[in-house]
């Protein structure tokens, strides 16, 4: 049944309700316009101020770059605080007052600034003048009262304090452009970054570079920050350790003194680069800081190409140094044992011409390690021939020649294996046998780089294990963890049975250590050096004869001087190789690696622990006359 006292009831209820919320509604609306009133009528005048004078803005915040440091810590580059004058167009009121002073101030025409301001963006800070030094920014700082809108921005800037010492190895940065903005590759970046273009700077700027972060902060009319409301802080990039010794890596550049070449020491059972220098250097600091054209010109217009790493870029026949792979080659396939002679009496007649043995009246009757030690090149003439051009190829492929090592630094030269189908696809002409004499010596097409040849020593000297290069030992998070760990990788075994290496380890001992050796006398026996020079010829003898006797320009037509050496004989532990472009004879680059080597097995072994500072024969010690008699 229907009852009508509890719809009466209900009814007033609900009246009662509705008119409680019409007042509640009521009062908050008359606070709110009390609120309103308050603010238009009492502080409409410093609120409007304050709307025309703050800004609220974004600010980005640049990461610090990770540090590259070699395997001991010692720190190859960092980050310094770079100290930029920027201006915000919108905020420099009076600028006909404004733009005089800071041109003054800073040294520079009022046009430039009008120039750098063009038609950038009037809420953000336009870059005048970057990296002034302390005094400039104390000028400043001291009449910020007399220039609103100016702003000085703090950045970390990228510092090298080695400057040429490990520049082909760490590389150098440079301002992104705007094909690398649109590329894709480099998220996260604007205009005015700097990113790593050569060497690790470049191969590892995923983990070096860090990511951005920003802030929100309240500025007043003259552009000074009032208040932080907001900050993403910057990911700071991560470490990268090198394999480099900078003990040794010093040593190297203090050898070479700035003559154009090469060297490179590995670690022999590893593949861990221990000192790759290539000379002349130049100062990575100069593409960070920024550089006068005269100072380009002289780096790109210098006849020693210092921009090029020598030890991986450049191809160079490798003279006798290649004839460790002739010698494999015949022993491998049988054309020659260990019991095998060949007469030299100073020259080969091939057809109607003479191909002539470094020693003009010959070695004598020699067997392979001998003729290794001697560098005897008519017994590799006749082992050439016999092998023929191809197979040389295959052995010198097999060793790791003709191909990229790995090492992941950019712009690797695989150097040249010459063979027929080469010839043919390059010049499409046939092959022809006298051609196979200069390959069989390491001339003609052969090209190589400093750092093939070490890593052959090394194999050549550990066993036979042809190892992947390591240049990079690790990357580290800011906080020290790992996050990445390069292992030696063994990239291939020499072509060649234990027995046969052993006959070209016995040869290369006895080019340093036997009596009739090319680099006999260089260096003490106490270091164990096994070692084999190289003379590659520039020009032909006869035309660097004849451009020697009467050119007044006489460096370019001398010799590139090689020499490659692994230590001690047993349980070698280490590898170099030493090219000097134009450096004459092969014996000259021995003393060099023995220093290498001796600094590397000092730093091993403590002094005293060893008997290798046993006081070597120099070259000073040795008659001109017996240097020029070597190969």
Same mark, same amino acid.
């Given at each position: 049944?229907?009852?009508?006292?509890?719809?009466?009831?209900?009814?007033?209820?609900?009246?009662?309700?509705?008119?409680?919320?019409?007042?509640?509604?009521?009062?908050?609306?008359?606070?709110?316009?009390?609120?309103?009133?308050?603010?238009?009528?009492?502080?409409?005048?410093?609120?409007?101020?304050?709307?025309?004078?703050?800004?609220?803005?974004?600010?980005?915040?640049?990461?610090?770059?990770?540090?590259?440091?070699?395997?001991?810590?010692?720190?190859?580059?960092?980050?310094?605080?770079?100290?930029?004058?920027?201006?915000?167009?919108?905020?420099?009121?009076?600028?006909?007052?404004?733009?005089?002073?800071?041109?003054?101030?800073?040294?520079?025409?009022?046009? !430039?600034?009008?120039?750098?301001?063009?038609?950038?963006?009037?809420?953000?800070?336009?870059?005048?003048?970057?990296?002034?030094?302390?005094?400039?920014?104390?000028?400043?700082?001291?009449?910020?009262?007399?220039?609103?809108?100016?702003?000085?921005?703090?950045?970390?800037?990228?510092?090298?304090?080695?400057?040429?010492?490990?520049?082909?190895?760490?590389?150098?940065?440079?301002?992104?452009?705007?094909?690398?903005?649109?590329?894709?590759?480099?998220?996260?970046?604007?205009?005015?970054?700097?990113?790593?273009?050569?060497?690790?700077?470049? !191969?590892?700027?995923?983990?070096?570079?860090?990511?951005?972060?920003?802030?929100?902060?309240?500025?007043?009319?003259?552009?000074?920050?009032?208040?932080?409301?907001?900050?993403?802080?910057?990911?700071?990039? &991560?470490?990268?350790?090198?394999?480099?010794?900078?003990?040794?890596?010093?040593?190297?550049?203090?050898?070479?003194? /700035?003559?154009?070449?090469?060297?490179?020491?590995?670690?022999?059972?590893?593949?861990?680069?221990?000192?790759?220098?290539?000379?002349?250097?130049?100062?990575?600091?100069?593409?960070?800081?920024?550089?006068?054209?005269?100072?380009?010109?002289?780096?790109?217009?210098?006849?020693?190409?210092?921009?090029?790493?020598?030890?991986?870029?450049?191809?160079?026949?490798?003279?006798?140094?290649?004839?460790?792979?002739?010698?494999?080659? /015949?022993?491998?396939?049988?054309?020659?044992?260990?019991?095998?002679?060949?007469?030299?009496?100073?020259?080969?007649?091939?057809?109607?011409?003479?191909?002539?043995?470094?020693?003009?009246?010959?070695?004598?009757?020699?067997?392979?390690?001998?003729?290794?030690?001697?560098?005897?090149?008519?017994?590799?003439?006749?082992?050439?021939?016999?092998?023929?051009?191809?197979?040389?190829?295959?052995?010198?492929?097999?060793?790791?020649?003709?191909?990229?090592?790995?090492?992941?630094?950019?712009?690797?030269?695989?150097?040249?294996?010459?063979?027929? &189908?080469?010839?043919?696809?390059?010049?499409?002409?046939?092959?022809?046998?006298?051609?196979?004499?200069?390959?069989?010596?390491?001339?003609?097409?052969?090209?190589?780089?400093?750092?093939?040849? &070490?890593?052959? &020593?090394?194999?050549?000297?550990?066993? /036979?294990?042809?190892?992947?290069?390591?240049?990079?030992?690790?990357?580290?998070?800011?906080?020290?963890?790992?996050?990445?760990?390069?292992?030696?990788?063994?990239?291939?075994?020499?072509?060649?049975?234990?027995?046969?290496?052993?006959?070209?380890?016995?040869?290369?001992?006895?080019?340093?250590?036997?009596?009739?050796?090319?680099?006999?006398?260089?260096?003490?026996?106490?270091?164990?050096?096994?070692?084999?020079?190289?003379?590659?010829?520039?020009?032909?003898?006869?035309?660097?004869?004849?451009?020697?006797? !009467?050119?007044?320009?006489?460096?370019?037509?001398?010799?590139?001087?090689?020499?490659?050496?692994?230590?001690?004989?047993?349980?070698?532990?280490?590898?170099?190789?030493?090219?000097?472009?134009?450096?004459?004879?092969?014996?000259?680059?021995?003393?060099?690696?023995?220093?290498?080597?001796?600094?590397?097995?000092?730093?091993?072994?403590?002094?005293?622990?060893?008997?290798?500072?046993?006081?070597?024969?120099?070259?000073?010690?040795?008659?001109?006359?017996?240097?020029?008699?070597?190969?």
């Amino acid at each position: 049944m229907y009852d009508i006292t509890s719809r009466e009831v209900w009814t007033e209820w609900c009246r009662q309700r509705v008119t409680y919320a019409m007042l509640l509604i009521a009062v908050a609306f008359g606070v709110l316009g009390l609120r309103l009133v308050y603010l238009q009528v009492f502080q409409g005048e410093r609120l409007h101020q304050l709307s025309e004078n703050n800004a609220i803005r974004l600010e980005s915040l640049d990461p610090t770059r990770g540090r590259i440091m070699d395997s001991h810590g010692e720190i190859l580059a960092d980050n310094r605080p770079r100290f930029d004058i920027c201006l915000i167009p919108r905020d420099a009121k009076p600028r006909d007052a404004i733009l005089p002073l800071l041109a003054s101030l800073l040294e520079m025409d009022e046009t !430039e600034i009008e120039k750098k301001i063009g038609k950038a963006a009037s809420f953000k800070p336009v870059l005048i003048k970057g990296d002034v030094g302390r005094d400039v920014l104390g000028i400043v700082e001291a009449r910020r009262y007399e220039l609103p809108g100016v702003v000085v921005r703090v950045k970390p800037q990228r510092h090298f304090p080695g400057q040429g010492t490990t520049a082909h190895i760490v590389g150098y940065l440079s301002e992104i452009s705007l094909d690398e903005l649109r590329s894709g590759s480099y998220p996260n970046r604007k205009p005015g970054d700097f990113i790593g273009k050569y060497g690790v700077e470049k !191969e590892f700027e995923s983990y070096l570079a860090g990511r951005h972060g920003g802030r929100q902060v309240e500025a007043d009319a003259r552009g000074r920050t009032v208040r932080i409301m907001d900050t993403v802080p910057p990911k700071p990039g &991560a470490n990268v350790f090198l394999s480099l010794d900078m003990r040794l890596q010093k040593k190297a550049e203090e050898l070479l003194d /700035g003559r154009p070449g090469a060297i490179v020491a590995v670690e022999a059972d590893t593949g861990r680069i221990l000192a790759m220098v290539s000379s002349p250097t130049y100062d990575p600091n100069l593409f960070v800081d920024g550089m006068t054209q005269k100072q380009w010109n002289e780096l790109i217009k210098d006849p020693d190409h210092p921009l090029e790493n020598k030890a991986i870029h450049g191809g160079y026949a490798p003279g006798s140094t290649f004839k460790m792979i002739t010698a494999m080659a /015949g022993l491998e396939e049988g054309k020659i044992d260990s019991h095998t002679e060949y007469n030299c009496p100073g020259r080969l007649k091939f057809g109607d011409r003479y191909f002539r043995c470094w020693r003009h009246w010959g070695h004598g009757s020699l067997e392979v390690t001998e003729a290794i030690a001697q560098s005897c090149d008519v017994f590799f003439y006749k082992v050439g021939l016999d092998v023929g051009v191809d197979k040389i190829a295959e052995y010198a492929r097999g060793c790791g020649l003709g191909q990229v090592t790995g090492l992941g630094l950019g712009n690797e030269s695989p150097g040249v294996v010459p063979d027929k &189908a080469w010839k043919r696809r390059v010049y499409n002409k046939p092959w022809y046998q006298g051609e196979t004499l200069s390959v069989a010596i390491g001339q003609g097409a052969n090209l190589t780089t400093p750092l093939q040849m &070490a890593l052959l &020593a090394a194999a050549i000297g550990n066993g /036979g294990s042809l190892y992947r290069p390591i240049m990079v030992d690790r990357v580290e998070s800011p906080e020290g963890d790992v996050i990445q760990a390069f292992s030696p990788t063994i990239r291939t075994k020499l072509p060649v049975s234990m027995a046969n290496l052993e006959l070209i380890r016995e040869g290369m001992w006895g080019a340093v250590n036997g009596p009739r050796g090319t680099a006999r006398g260089i260096c003490p026996e106490s270091l164990a050096i096994s070692g084999k020079t190289g003379t590659a010829q520039v020009v032909g003898r006869k035309d660097r004869d004849k451009f020697l006797n !009467e050119l007044t320009d006489k460096i370019k037509y001398q010799d590139h001087a090689w020499f490659i050496a692994y230590a001690p004989r047993e349980d070698c532990k280490i590898a170099v190789a030493v090219f000097i472009k134009h450096g004459g004879h092969g014996t000259a680059c021995a003393p060099l690696a023995r220093d290498i080597i001796k600094e590397y097995m000092d730093g091993k072994n403590p002094p005293g622990a060893k008997d290798a500072s046993t006081p070597a024969e120099t070259p000073e010690n040795l008659d001109e006359t017996d240097l020029q008699d070597r190969e």
